[in-house]
């Protein structure tokens, strides 16, 4: 099992920008993060492929997000731009660790092992 624990959340106004980070304690072939809001369900937000660097974005936040890795591919980072009152959420570190290959499913919350706790973000208008 990875152990994932997040950290950066808070709360913005509108157009603002935080950094979540998550810290983990093993190999992993993809790490992302999701995110879910109060009566809806988990969305996968962006995903990193550890071993090439290739990134995978959800619609809504394409432009506006970046995740990264440090070199040590040990904390995983997502750096959020341009925040928008919709993207008020508790956000979640999640790793792939059995599967190097995800296809279809990089953004699927069910191809993912081990989940953080997740951290809160709010953006007020």
């Known amino acids: 099992q990875v152990q994932l624990v997040e950290s950066g959340g808070g709360s913005v106004q509108d157009g603002g920008s935080l950094r979540l980070s998550c810290a983990a304690s093993?190999?992993?072939?993809?790490m992302a993060w999701f995110r879910q809001a109060p009566g809806k369900e988990r969305e996968g937000v962006a995903t990193i492929y550890s071993s090439g660097g290739s990134t995978y974005y959800a619609d809504s936040v394409k432009g506006r997000f970046t995740i990264s890795q440090d070199n040590a591919k040990i904390t995983l980072y997502l750096q959020m731009n341009s925040l928008k009152p919709e993207d008020t959420a508790m956000y979640y570190c999640?790793?792939?660790?059995?599967?190097?290959?995800?296809?279809?499913?990089?953004?699927?919350?069910?191809?993912?092992?081990?989940w953080g706790q997740g951290t809160q973000v709010t953006v007020s208008s």
């Open positions: 999640a790793a792939d660790r059995r599967r190097p290959f995800l296809g279809p499913d990089k953004l699927n919350p069910l191809a993912y092992d081990d």
């Open positions: 093993g190999r992993t072939y993809y």
